[in-house]
C-alpha cells in the first residue's frame, strides 16, 4: 500500500525558514512524481513544486526564488526547503506521488496519493 509522512512544519516569524520532509513507501519512489501542495483556509488546494523521476522541477510563480524541492531516492524521501517566508505561506502543505513528468518547467504529472498534511504558520 502506498503510504506518503509528511513532517516539519510549524510556526515561524516572517522572513524565516522551514524544512518540510516526506517520506515514501509502499512502491517504487523514483519512478514517480512528487509534488508539494498546500490550502490555506477559503482558499483552493494550489500546486507548490513538483519534481519528477528524471529531476527536472517545476514551481509555482508565487514562491519561484524562495522554495526549493529535492528528494533523497535512497532514504525515500522528498523534501521541500522554505526561505523568506512569508505570512501568505501560511496553509496546510501537503505531499503527493503520481505519475508523468515535468516538461519545459510545466508540471504534467498526474497526482494519485496523497499525505496528511502538516500546517505551516507565518506570522507578520
Known amino acids: 500500500q502506498v503510504k506518503l509522512v509528511e513532517s516539519g512544519g510549524g510556526s515561524v516569524p516572517a522572513g524565516g525558514s522551514v524544512r518540510l520532509s516526506c517520506v515514501a513507501s509502499?512502491?517504487?519512489?523514483?519512478?514517480?512524481?512528487m509534488g508539494w501542495f498546500r490550502r490555506a483556509p477559503g482558499k483552493e488546494r494550489e500546486g507548490v513544486a513538483t519534481i519528477d523521476s528524471d529531476g527536472s522541477t517545476s514551481y509555482a510563480d508565487s514562491v519561484k526564488g524562495r522554495f526549493t524541492i529535492t528528494k533523497d531516492n535512497a532514504k525515500f524521501t522528498l523534501y521541500l526547503q522554505m526561505n523568506s517566508l512569508k505570512p501568505e505561506d501560511t496553509a496546510m502543505y501537503y505531499c503527493?506521488?503520481?505519475?508523468?513528468?515535468?516538461?519545459?518547467?510545466?508540471?504534467?504529472?498526474?497526482?494519485?496519493?496523497w499525505g496528511q498534511g502538516t500546517q505551516v504558520t507565518v506570522s507578520s
Open positions: 503527493a506521488a503520481g505519475s508523468g513528468g515535468v516538461i519545459a518547467g510545466v508540471d504534467l504529472c498526474e497526482y494519485n496519493t
Open positions: 509502499g512502491y517504487t519512489y523514483r519512478d514517480y512524481c
